[in-house]
T-cell receptor, first 112, second 115 residues
Framework: GDSVTQMEGPVTLSEEAFLTINCTYT??????LFWYVQYPGEGLQLLLK?????DKGSNKGFEATYRKETTSFHLEKGSVQVSDSAVYFC???????????FGPGTRLSVLP | NAGVTQTPKFRVLKTGQSMTLLCAQD?????MYWYRQDPGMGLRLIHY???????AKGEVPDGYNVSRLKKQNFLLGLESAAPSQTSVYFC??????????????FGPGTRLTVL
């Protein structure tokens, strides 16, 4: 079946450091890819998404590019802030919206 | 709009007790989902619904039942709770788009402990 693998962390960075969280997937067909963020005590929120190869999703300074050749969707941010501390989930969905698969999540802590 | 709401926020059960978790959305979404979140395992899909009156099994459906009698509500039932069902439960909803899946909107979660 479909699956998502991501670095589990925790990842600890200093403020203004560069962030990369790796995500790779296995899927049949051509899934859509997502990054969700979960702040403490809250539900997940969509951070960004990409629906086809070479698409770049971006939001709040975060970016990720859909790489079909390497089956990857790595999350990057050039300069993290303390407020970015959260758990980040990579996910994929089939094109019918009936099969969402989430990675295990990566906990990010940003220190001032 | 309230978005996706879940009731209750916290619950403690004894083994063998039953309960129902309620999820409600006011966005007129067609799709609704129930997930459980356990440490180190991300979210796992329990059941989902693609429309009023229809439900389907997800990755981990055993021990749970669901109903979608109204489009805005999706109920998750535990008939005989077990300690292995201790988890945080999230409900989500999404629109149906012709071009493919849309983002899921999540509720705040229900923390369930089974003793």
């Amino acid at each position: 079946g479909d699956s998502v693998t991501q670095m589990e962390g925790p990842v600890t960075l200093s403020e203004e450091a560069f962030l990369t969280i790796n995500c790779t997937y296995t899927a049949t067909g051509y899934p859509s890819l997502f990054w969700y963020v979960q702040y403490p005590g809250e539900g997940l929120q969509l951070l960004l998404k990409a629906t086809k190869a070479d698409d770049k999703g971006s939001n709040k300074g975060f970016e990720a590019t859909y790489r079909k050749e390497t089956t990857s969707f790595h999350l990057e941010k050039g300069s993290v802030q303390v407020s970015d501390s959260a758990v980040y989930f990579c996910a994929l969905s089939d094109n019918y919206g009936q099969n969402f698969v989430f990675g295990p999540g990566t906990r990010l802590s940003v220190l001032p | 709009n309230a978005g996706v709401t879940q009731t209750p926020k916290f619950r403690v059960l004894k083994t063998g007790q039953s309960m129902t978790l309620l999820c409600a959305q006011d966005m007129n979404h067609e799709y609704m989902y129930w997930y459980r979140q356990d440490p180190g395992m991300g979210l796992r899909l329990i059941h989902y619904s693609v429309g009023e009156g229809t439900t389907a099994k997800g990755e981990v459906p055993d021990g749970y039942n669901v109903s979608r009698l109204k489009k805005q509500n999706f109920l998750l039932g535990l008939e005989s709770a077990a300690p292995s069902q201790t988890s945080v439960y999230f409900c989500a909803s999404s629109r149906r788009l012709a071009g493919g899946p849309n983002e899921q909107f999540f509720g705040p979660g229900t923390r369930l402990t089974v003793l």
